[in-house]
């Protein structure tokens, strides 16, 4: 099969199958049926199989090699030892960054503009890792983020102190989430979770209703992520993923939604 030229999804579908445990893959499709699969398709069924694409090269007019490595599944933080450095400056999470991936960034600021963060006064973000979050506004905003308090709460005192730096305006505070009323932060009118609920040490359904009842205002309004995607050696793979399944499984994201 290496030698042949892929024309159709099943070939394609066939040689990662065949090769999967390879940690280089190269094959050439007929330009045409890359043409219909399109960037998007390459790129769909290398995640899938966790490899990485590299550039293309195009043979002659009728084909086009692609070239393929296998991503590092220990080069993540969800192999990382459980302590609280696990999300701190000196691990792997540290390494996202959130506004470089189009699809959080769009839907985040997307959001925003529903929930007309111009119009408040405080913000919470609990999990702040970098800060993204926050830049976001800030860069929404301009010079009307100054009338906004900001502020960010993360059990990594490495990750505090990165973002007191970072952030030199907003108040950062080095807590455990679950217990958020001992901090006596006060209301919010809007309060940001980008995957911290689903923490495997928080009870998402008690913190949940904790954090409605106890600091969001009448009128306030919550942005909330849930995760269905991994981070593995530098590259964000779709698809939620439990230790029974060897496929995507969402069961468990619905459930918190």
Not at 38 to 63: F, H
Not at 70 to 82: G, P, V
Not at 188 to 197: A, C, E, K, P
């Amino acid at each position: 099969m290496e030698n042949e030229i892929l024309n159709n999804t099943y070939q394609l579908i066939d040689f990662f199958e065949a090769f999967k445990h390879d940690d280089k893959l190269s094959f050439v499709l007929d330009k045409e049926f890359f043409n219909k699969l399109g960037y998007k398709g390459v790129v769909d069924i290398a995640q899938i199989y966790k490899y990485k694409l590299l550039t293309p090269e195009i043979l002659d007019e009728d084909r086009i090699e692609l070239s393929f490595v296998k991503l590092r599944e220990d080069k993540s933080f969800h192999n990382d030892a459980k302590s609280q450095e696990k999300y701190g400056v000196s691990s792997e999470f540290f390494n996202i960054d959130k506004v470089t991936q189009p699809s959080f960034l769009y839907y985040y600021q997307e959001a925003l503009k529903f929930c007309t963060v111009s119009n408040k006064r405080r913000v919470l973000n609990l999990g702040i890792n970098k800060g993204d979050e926050f830049e976001v506004i800030y860069k929404l905003l301009g010079d009307d983020a100054k009338g906004i308090e900001l502020v960010g709460v993360d059990y990594s005192q490495s990750i505090i102190e990165y973002a007191e730096k970072k952030y030199t305006k907003a108040k950062m505070i080095c807590g455990d989430i679950n217990s958020l009323s001992s901090l006596n932060l006060g209301c919010f009118d809007m309060i940001v979770s980008i995957g911290t609920l689903q923490s495997s040490n928080i009870n998402f359904n008690e913190r949940f209703m904790s954090i409605y009842q106890n600091q969001l205002e009448k009128n306030g309004s919550l942005i909330l992520g849930f995760p269905n995607c991994r981070w593995i050696d530098g590259e964000m793979v779709y698809g939620a993923m439990t230790p029974n399944y060897n496929f995507s499984e969402m069961s468990l994201v619905l459930k918190d939604i």
